[in-house]
């Protein structure tokens, strides 16, 4: 078996896997029973010409290459053109997009650095996965370093329609830097259709029936591989006597009866302002649920060098002020706000004791907290879980209720339905969901890609 070799901007910590969620859960195993490395970012900044080597960690199987960025580099390439650029435009906001020649550079730099460092570690016979929006053309760049290797690519965001994409700088540079893949995978069919029809659309090449797209004289496999969680032990971390006694507390310090809860980096894609007042709406439309629902919304802090983070943090702040000064009184506060991450364990707790988990992303890749919601539930009295069209999720869990986030009145009907829907139907509709989140679990999502790219015949002139 081919040892795999994980390329992703950064690295996770595999000792930590249970506690970090994401990435870690998803391809901890794969690389323990294969044997391989991971290679990415440290987390570091440096000053711009220090020459820092790569740092090198060994467990067992597994060895760890992580290196730091520059400062200039973490400007240009992290917050520049990964975070004010791509990743705006890939979520269809190019409002919030700021265009700078730099960014580009310093995008393209960091892609020949990451590659020179990381050649030096491969073996030839190595299955080489890169992951994510930061580093599409590290493909190119290993290929001009003779890289002749299997090199898989996941797309873990959403992959925009032609026409936001064409607002891009470089779009075209960027779409067919992903040729030099030999398998390109989307989190759904949406995003898969996006990458079709910007390459068949536009004339730069041409679809065939076995999901190969051919451009000029390379060739890629491209489908769709929702990513997932690991089921069990998600339900496992919900159901200690810890989250026991954790949820007990949560239903005693409280005079209501149901909880909604949200989950979410503090992200502009994570519909957050609108979700708030669509529980205000609810509050508004329907009285009785006042002293009765609470929500809470676990909203951790990230990216806040970038400017759009720091405004929709005052947002929040704002709109939870009003709503609390509104409609909170000395025994009830309706809308509790927690701009801080939280021990994964207690968020399994506090998923598993909120009677609706409310995702209402305006777009997203694809969501795990709606997933791990589905997973923490108890099968006899399960809870609601309220969902975005526009999360890359909702293409599966289709017995959620599915809301148009924009629509305040619409998420707010539905959060009354959740509230007040008899146990048969919750019960219904939590089979059906959690047999696509088992469906679509972790191991499934690594499994078949890497199935894919091990048996994938190579790329090169068709
Ligand atoms: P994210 O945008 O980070 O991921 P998501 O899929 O929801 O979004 O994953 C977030 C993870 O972080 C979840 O496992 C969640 O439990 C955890 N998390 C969130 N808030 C937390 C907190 N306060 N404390 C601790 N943990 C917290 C990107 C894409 C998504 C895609 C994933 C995976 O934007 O669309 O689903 O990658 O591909």
């Known amino acids: 078996m081919s040892r795999l070799v994980v390329v992703s901007n950064r690295v996770a910590d595999l000792t930590k896997a249970s506690q970090s969620g994401g990435l870690a859960v998803a ?23 220090k020459r820092v080597p790569p740092t090198i960690q060994v467990d067992g199987q597994v060895k760890t290459v992580t290196l730091p960025l520059t400062d200039r580099d973490y400007e240009e390439y992290y917050l520049g053109f990964s975070n004010r650029v791509l990743w705006p435009v890939f979520h269809y906001r190019l409002d919030l ?49 003779n890289i002749k290797n299997r090199i898989g690519f996941f797309l873990h965001i959403p992959f925009p329609p032609p026409d936001i994409l064409a607002a891009a700088p470089e779009n075209e540079w960027l779409v ?21 029809r910007y390459i068949v659309e536009q004339g730069h090449g041409d679809a065939f029936i076995d999901h190969r797209l051919v451009c000029g004289s390379r ?8 990513i997932g ?6 339900f496992e971390m919900a159901h200690t006597p810890e989250a026991d006694s954790q949820i007990d507390l949560l239903e005693r310090r409280t005079i209501a009866r149901a909880h909604i809860i949200g989950v979410d980096r503090l992200d502009y894609s994570k519909g957050l302002p609108d979700r708030f007042r669509a529980f205000e709406r ?44 509104q409609f909170g009184d000395f025994d009830w506060t309706p809308l509790r706000y927690i701009h801080r991450s939280v021990d994964r364990n207690t968020l399994a707790a506090l998923l598993r004791g909120s009677q609706v988990g409310l995702v209402t992303p305006l777009r997203d890749g694809m969501n795990l907290v709606a997933k791990e919601y589905v997973a923490a539930q108890d099968m006899e009295d ?29 998420v707010a009907d539905a959060l009354q339905t959740a509230i007040t829907m008899p146990i048969e139907e919750r019960r219904q509709r939590q089979n059906a969901l959690l047999e696509r989140v088992r ?16 048996n994938v015949s190579l790329g090169a002139a068709v």
């Not at 960091?110 to 930061?134: R, S, T």
């Not at 989190?187 to 079709?196: I, V």
């Open 439 to 454: 469906r679509h679990d972790a191991q499934n999502w690594r499994e078949s890609f890497i199935e894919v790219l091990e």
């Open 176 to 196: 067919k830097a992903l040729f030099a893949y030999d398998v390109v995978g989307f989190q759904t069919e949406t995003d898969l259709a996006n990458f079709e």
């Open 229 to 234: 969680i690991d089921v069990d032990s998600f």
């Open 27 to 49: 391809l901890g195993d794969a690389l323990r029973q294969r044997g391989g490395l991971w290679f990415g970012w440290d987390g570091n900044v440096v000053e711009r010409g």
């Open 282 to 325: 609810l509050l508004e439309r329907h009285p009785e649920n006042q002293k009765a629902v609470t929500f809470m919304q676990i909203a951790p802090p990230t990216r806040e060098d970038v400017e759009a983070y720091v405004d929709i943090k005052h947002e929040l702040e704002a709109l939870t002020g009003s709503i609390n000064g």
């Open 97 to 145: 997009a700021k265009f700078e020649t730099a960014f580009l550079e310093g995008y393209q730099r960091v892609n020949f650095k990451f590659a020179d460092a990381l050649v030096p570690f491969l073996e030839p016979d190595d299955l080489i996965w890169v992951h994510d929006y930061h580093l599409i053309p590290l493909g190119i760049e290993l290929r001009q370093r």
């Open 382 to 410: 399960p809870g609601v879980l309220v969902l975005s069209k526009f999360a890359g999720a909702a293409e599966d869990l289709k017995a959620a209720l599915i809301v148009n986030p924009y629509d305040i009145d619409e």
């Open 219 to 226: 060739s890629v496999v491209a489908d769709y591989f929702p």
